[in-house]
């Protein structure tokens, strides 16, 4: 029996469920009915650097209740480019069933990404750099197609 391996095209998400697709392989066979889906590794919505997950982690510790909190990534409304990245740490109560909640060195920092901030900050890279200009996090992001100056907001 052959089998083949497809991959779901790559393409912008409108939705999470395609975000989720984007995530699996589908695995066909000659046989209609022995058709099985095989689940690729995750791949994190968004990557951290060394030096990013560092300086969260040492964010996090310096809060009232380390424990209880997780970092909140997303976008709103508004900057230079037409959306501005938003973190803040929350108490992870407020995680809703909609969130895409990630881990991070061995779950010892945990990232809550609602659905729609999903859509823009899939693939992106958060870096942290201590330079005198221009430091501090440093947003990556591929779905980006333009960003302001201080790199804080992006269009799409």
Request: hydrophobic fraction near 40%; include cysteine; aromatic fraction near 6%.
């Amino acid at each position: 029996m052959l089998a083949s391996r497809m991959a779901v095209p790559s393409r912008a998400f409108n939705t999470r469920q395609q975000v989720q697709r984007k995530l699996h392989l589908v695995t066909r066979t000659a046989a209609p009915q022995a058709a099985s889906t095989v689940v690729a590794p995750p791949q994190a919505p968004i990557t951290l650097t060394d030096a990013a997950l560092t300086q969260l982690k040492k964010l996090k510790a310096d809060n009232k209740n380390p424990d209880v909190l997780l970092l909140r990534v997303g976008v709103k409304q508004g900057g230079c480019s037409g959306l501005s990245y938003v973190m803040d740490f929350e108490d992870k109560t407020k995680v809703t069933a909609d969130d895409t909640v990630v881990g991070y060195d061995g779950g010892s920092l945990e990232l809550a990404i609602d659905p729609k901030s999903l859509l823009y900050l899939f693939g992106m890279n958060l870096d942290y750099s201590t330079e005198l200009i221009g430091g501090g996090f440093k947003f990556l992001n591929p779905n980006a197609t333009d960003s302001c100056g201080c790199g804080k907001s992006f269009g799409v």
